[in-house]
């Protein structure tokens, strides 16, 4: 699969929210030579250097604008908050919050003012060799703002404001004192089959019914919301947007609702409970990305009772990184620890809460970039997509040691979401993950005991539809391996999936037009993310649509791959993550 439709990617960029790499791309190494005119033009992005963080929540934020230094262009207050502005949604994603770099080069004012004006002009209007996109000639950057980044980047980065925990008990709320909640549950909703959906646009989740398919009720939640994780018991449901905003939402009120609620930082991505026996329900933590930190926080109240700060070492070069930022965060089954997956640094820590006031981290050094990833079957083992480094890191929750980094055999930009588990014909239990960068799926054994010969390996490499890929499903109860491709620039493929037949996981795929199933015809449909229902008969998946043009959530039978239902609403704007209850507290996928 090749990717050549660059308008086409960058339009979905702009449409969805998802940043651009500025000066690189995933996985680029940070190389100082200056290329020359001609090969300034022969630039070229993957899905997988298109899907960066934008910081669209910093965007917002106050920041003082650097003093005036002699030598140096000057910007006025109103380009320097246009500068600001275009630096967060589409360039901090690569090159971090203070400019020191991240998966992209450091662009701190030694760099720039090496570089000088006209060529960061240049840089910006045609892109790189390495992958960054040609900003001015493909229409994204008007002259005028071309000019005022280049301005913006020689002088120096402002700096964000930290969140400590005054900032956070002033955005902490109960609104529900645990005393004032019910008992017992107080509606006859089946929890079990009850789905948390992400609407994205709006800062808001839906709770359908997965029965009935009918919207309980839509919550208000942060900004471009995010990820939807359950307690251990399935009564309280958590919710994070991208503005680090929590809603802890009760799901045994009559009308399930938040009960409490805080902000843990300016930007984040995750949210996870205790889930050890004897820790259920005792404990949520959150990471963010600005400022780099994790959260401890009572599973009651959400009352912040830790805050830990993710700034060090880089696990390979050992070099200070400034804005180390926190990715998945995951439960452990085996013992009272989170996993905290550090994306910068390349660290795994397992953060034992045991005992919070001498916190006990067990730091693993595994690969930088650390992105998404899940438990094995049998949730000992816990997965996770070095994604710029084509690595997955696998770790044991049960002694709290790297196992492997498994390299050999994963595609481009592995991005795994929590991944897939079944048992493959041949190689017994495998843990898969698709891919942003390469059609490829990479299927990795997981049973050191009775199949030691495919343990911590790619034991087979499957063919899908194409690069792109966000998400991959099957279900205990299913014989199906399903594999989303959202980003994938080909129309037909981004508003279908493929779905594999694991007992005949050698042959051809069958791709599904969930888009066209959909009954929609405007927009370009793009499909996300597959979720099983409680019993594993039918998985859903997200229609999602530009804000101001209509979605859907369509419903497949898994037995028959046939259409089942179709869930129309006006309120269902922009869905994408879906989170079943029970699968989601059980860690079932
Ligand atoms: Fe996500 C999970 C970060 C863009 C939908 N996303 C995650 C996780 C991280 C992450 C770190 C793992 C959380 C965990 O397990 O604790 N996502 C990011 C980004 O940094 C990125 C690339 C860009 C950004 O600016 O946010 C990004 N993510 C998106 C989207 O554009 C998606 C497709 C649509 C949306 O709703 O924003 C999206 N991300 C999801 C979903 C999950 C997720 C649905 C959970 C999958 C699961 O099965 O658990």
Not at 117 to 146: H, R
Not at 261 to 270: C, D, M, P
């Amino acid at each position: 699969m090749h990717y050549s439709s660059l308008a086409v990617r960058w339009c979905s960029a702009a449409v969805f929210g998802v940043a651009v790499a500025f000066f690189s791309h995933v996985g680029v190494a940070q190389d100082a030579k200056k290329p020359g005119a001609e090969e300034l033009k022969k630039h070229k992005t993957s899905p997988g250097g298109q899907y960066q963080p934008s910081l669209d929540v910093m965007k917002d934020q106050d920041v003082e604008q650097p003093g005036v230094k002699e030598g140096v262009p000057t910007l006025s207050g109103a380009e320097f908050q246009i500068a600001k502005k275009i630096y967060f949604e589409r360039c901090a994603g690569c090159h971090g919050v203070l400019r020191k770099g991240a998966t992209g080069k450091p662009l701190t004012t030694k760099e720039t003012k090496e570089l000088g004006y006209d060529y960061l002009k240049s840089f910006i209007t045609y892109g790189s060799p390495g992958g960054m996109p040609n900003w001015g000639t493909s229409g994204q950057m008007t002259d005028q703002e071309i000019d005022i980044m280049s301005r913006y980047l020689l002088n120096e980065p402002p700096t964000p404001p930290e969140f400590g925990l005054k900032e956070i008990k002033a955005t902490w709320k109960v609104l529900v004192a645990p005393e004032d909640r019910p008992s017992k549950k107080m509606n006859d909703i089946d929890l079990d089959n009850l789905f948390s959906v992400t609407l994205r646009d709006t800062g808001e989740i839906a709770l359908i019914d997965g029965g009935t398919k009918k919207i309980i009720t839509i919550i208000e939640t942060g900004y471009a919301v995010h990820i939807s994780r359950l307690s251990a018991s399935g009564r309280y449901l958590f919710v994070i947007g991208r503005d680090a905003k929590i809603n802890m939402i009760d799901l045994w009120m009559k009308t399930p609702a938040t009960v409490a609620e805080t902000k843990i930082g300016l930007e984040a991505r995750s949210v996870e409970t205790s889930k050890m026996k004897g820790w259920e329900d005792k404990y949520a933590i959150a990471g963010s990305y600005w400022p780099p930190q994790f959260v401890i926080m009572d599973g009651d109240t959400l009352e912040p009772l830790k805050i830990v700060s993710t700034r060090g070492m880089t696990v390979d070069e050992q070099d200070y990184h400034p804005e180390p930022r926190v990715a998945a965060i995951v439960g452990s089954h085996y013992r009272p620890e989170f996993i905290v997956n550090v994306k910068e640094t390349g660290k795994i820590l397992l953060v034992n809460y045991e005992d919070i006031n001498n916190l006990q981290v067990t730091t693993i050094g595994a690969e930088r970039f650390l992105h998404d990833g899940g438990l094995d079957s049998t949730k000992r083992y816990f997965l996770v997509a070095a994604n710029a480094r084509n690595t997955i890191a696998v770790i044991d929750t049960k002694t709290g040691k790297l196992v492997k980094l498994v390299r050999d055999g994963v595609g481009q930009t592995p991005h795994p979401g929590r991944g897939a588990n079944f048992v493959h014909p041949k190689f017994g239990p495998v843990w898969a993950t698709s891919h942003l960068g390469d059609e490829t799926v990479a299927l990795i054994g997981t049973d050191p005991e009775k199949h030691p010969e495919s343990a911590w390996k790619v034991v087979q490499s499957l063919e899908g539809q194409g690069g792109g890929s966000l998400f991959i499903k099957t279900h205990p109860n299913s014989s199906n391996l399903w594999v989303d491709t959202p980003l994938n620039p080909d129309a037909e493929a981004s508003s279908s999936v493929a779905v594999f037949d694991i007992n005949k996981i050698d042959e051809e795929y069958e791709v599904i037009p969930i888009g066209e199933m959909s009954g929609i015809s405007e927009g370009v449909r793009r499909v996300v993310q597959g979720e099983y229902n409680r019993d594993g008969t039918e998985i859903w998946f997200s229609v999602w649509n530009g804000k101001d043009q209509e979605s859907a959530i369509v419903v497949i039978d898994d037995k028959t791959r046939k259409l089942k239902t179709v869930i129309r609403d006006k309120r269902l704007v922009t869905p994408t993550g879906k989170f079943n209850v029970f699968n989601t507290k059980n860690d079932v996928y």
